[in-house]
Every structure is written in structure tokens, then in C-alpha cells.
């Protein structure tokens, strides 16, 4: 089954979405807006789950492990690293299935 992308919501699309359906100036949307993700992203940082009306982001550590450079085919240690995992929890699933 093919995907078609109906609208593409870029980050000034979106506020200016946010202001035209909430009646707020385009300003106080982008203020919203900004104090939205800047909140996301602390909780992040401080290894909290985010979770809003529509989907769950965390944090998990990867481990590290041997590589390969793709160029030389020399091996490599890749570095661990905090990743980020975002899920879809089960109200938006069910709507959309």
C-alpha cells in the first residue's frame, strides 16, 4: 500500500497552524510553541519518558560494538550512545487502524 504525504507540517507551518485555530497572534503561538519543545527536550535530557496525547518518546543507551569503516574496511569501535525512541501509543494506533 502506498503512502501519500497529504501535508507536510514543518515547524512554521505548525505555529502557524496553532495561532490561525487557536486565535493567538502568530508571536504568542511561536512562544507557545518554543516553551512546548524546550520542555520536551529537558525531560529528555534528564532521562524522563515524554509522553503526550498521541505518542511516547524515550531514551535507551546503546551499547557499543565493532564496526566496520565502509571506505577502508578497517574494523572500528563504535562508541555507545543515549539513542532516542519514539513510539505511537495505542489511542493513535486505533484511530488509524
Same mark, same amino acid.
Given at each position: @500500500?502506498?503512502?501519500?504525504? $497529504? %501535508?507536510? $507540517?514543518? /515547524? %512554521?507551518? =505548525?505555529? +502557524? ?10 508571536? +504568542?503561538?511561536?512562544? &507557545? $510553541?518554543?516553551?512546548? %519543545?524546550?520542555? !520536551?527536550?529537558?525531560? $529528555? /535530557?534528564? *532521562? ?5 496525547? =498521541? ?5 535507551? !543507551?546503546? %551499547?557499543?560494538?565493532? *564496526? @566496520?569503516?565502509?571506505?577502508? /574496511? ?9 539513542? &532516542?525512541?519514539? !513510539?505511537?501509543? !495505542? ?7
Amino acid at each position: @500500500m502506498a503512502t501519500t504525504i $497529504i %501535508e507536510s $507540517i514543518t /515547524r %512554521e507551518n =505548525l505555529i +502557524a497552524l496553532a495561532a490561525a485555530d487557536s486565535g493567538l497572534t502568530v508571536a +504568542a503561538a511561536r512562544r &507557545v $510553541i518554543d516553551a512546548y %519543545e524546550s520542555r !520536551q527536550v529537558r525531560n $529528555i /535530557r534528564m *532521562g524522563k519518558s515524554v509522553r503526550t496525547g =498521541l505518542y511516547k518518546i524515550s531514551t535507551y !543507551q546503546r %551499547e557499543a560494538y565493532n *564496526g @566496520m569503516n565502509p571506505k577502508t /574496511r578497517a574494523p572500528i569501535i563504535v562508541r555507545p550512545k543515549v539513542m &532516542v525512541k519514539f !513510539q505511537a501509543i !495505542q489511542s493513535l494506533m486505533d484511530a488509524v487502524n
